[in-house]
């Protein structure tokens, strides 16, 4: 009676494992993510990154005059307030280090000082140099009357006496009025001395006082109201903050962006960029609030490529213009923008992912893992025009197939099933 019932379990156990086998055998370890073949609206998007920044922004920016100034070198930023403040007109930004137009200002003090003795120097030569040409005209008029007097006294001489006298007092008189004409030329000589050093002086003042005026600015504050936001320093990396630096042809200091307004600065490949449009549709969400979505248009393409950092290619930037803003949004926050370039209806559509491809003989075949019942098949199918996340299948599966969305071990070796020509 035992070795009967030891029997009959026996057979139960072997019939449970064929069972077990027949149910389980084609089913690949783990668990499957499966996607459903579906008709659709296949939409042709660009998936691009981006960063917001406002439509409008008034810059602060370091004194004007530095340049007139021929100031040239790095100017520090002593101290700045903190960016994401809100601001009014007329509020405290930042303080400027003085000690280039100090040094400045010392140089052209130096000048100066050495500008009024020139022109001192050059007002006592001149007294001088015109006291003696006077003195030089009197002494020769009185020779010219002593030549006047002799010709006179000359008249009972000899003729040739009489000639020589009257010779003697021409050359006076010559050189009486040469001398005169002399003496004009040098007071306006005299004069161009004068008025060049004076020129100097002033011209010293005047850069002087410009200088003073200009450090009197250094004291930085807002234009309008609005939010502080740091700007990139391309010099040296980073940001603008106390401790950088701000140069003569780079003078910004920060920015106060319109809030009201803003725009997805992105760059698009050489590749896709024939696709992009002006008025194009664009969604868009933040990397730093996933649930959150956004919409908006191309408002520009540019026309001529750049260079990015990190990279060879050529990269055209496109400006996207959101449709609502929302008080959330600040400026240099990084958006995911999928510009829809075309939209297709009716179509077959499943993951892109679910796609892989082999290699028969010479030619590579697309397909998909198909799930039928409890067996897996590799089905080769057609495809259509793709995007980042999606393709069109024209030919190898209907409606409602299921495709698996990654390779299972376990028929990665089958059979490929070919379509039929």
Not at 137 to 158: D, G, H, I, V, W
Not at 350 to 367: A, Y
């Amino acid at each position: 009676m035992l070795k009967k019932k030891w029997w009959l379990i026996a057979v139960l156990l072997i019939v449970c494992c064929a069972i077990l086998y027949y149910v389980f055998a084609n089913k690949p370890a783990g668990i499957d993510i499966v996607a459903e073949a579906k008709k659709g609206v296949f939409k042709d998007i660009v998936v691009s990154p981006g960063e917001l920044m406002a439509e409008n922004t008034v810059y602060i920016q370091a004194p004007s005059g530095l340049q007139s100034n021929q100031i040239y070198e790095d100017i520090k930023i002593q101290d700045m307030v903190a960016e994401g403040i809100t601001v009014k007109e007329g509020d405290y930004i930042a303080t400027l280090d003085p000690a280039v137009v100090n040094k400045k200002i010392g140089d052209i003090q130096m000048d100066l000082d050495r500008a009024v003795s020139t022109q001192a120097q050059t007002a006592l030569d001149t007294a001088l140099q015109m006291r003696e040409a006077r003195d030089n005209m009197t002494n020769l008029s009185f020779q010219m009357e002593q030549k006047r007097l002799a010709l006179q006294l000359s008249k009972y001489e000899p003729p040739a006496t009489i000639r020589q006298a009257e010779i003697d007092l021409e050359k006076a008189q010559r050189d009486l009025k040469q001398m005169a004409e002399n003496y004009k030329i040098k007071q306006r000589q005299a004069a161009t001395k004068m008025e060049q050093a004076g020129r100097e002086v002033q011209r010293r003042q005047e850069q002087l006082t410009s200088l003073e005026e200009l450090r009197g600015k250094f004291k930085i504050t807002a234009p309008k109201n609005g939010l502080l936001v740091y700007i990139i320093d391309y010099n040296a990396g980073g940001k603008k903050k106390a401790g950088s630096a701000i140069r003569s042809w780079d003078p910004k200091l920060a920015m106060l962006p319109d809030l009201s307004s803003m725009l997805s600065k992105t760059y698009i490949n050489e590749v896709d960029v024939s696709k992009i449009k002006k008025d194009q549709t664009v969604t868009m969400g933040l990397d730093a609030f996933p649930e959150v979505k956004l919409t908006g248009k191309v408002t520009s393409v540019a026309n001529i490529g750049e260079n990015r950092p990190g990279s060879n290619a050529k990269v055209f930037e496109v400006m996207i213009k959101l449709d609502k803003v929302d008080s959330i949004l600040k400026p240099g926050m990084t958006t995911s923008n999928n510009i829809l370039i075309n939209q297709v209806p009716d179509r077959l559509i499943i993951p892109l992912e679910s796609v892989f491809s082999e290699k028969v003989g010479d030619k590579t075949h697309s397909f998909v893992y198909q799930r039928r019942g409890n067996a897996i098949e590799k089905q080769e199918v057609k495809l259509g025009r793709s995007n980042d996340e999606e393709v069109i299948v024209e030919q190898g599966l209907e409606p409602g197939d299921r495709v698996l969305m990654a390779e299972p071990a376990s028929a990665k070796n089958n059979k490929l099933n070919l379509l039929k020509k």
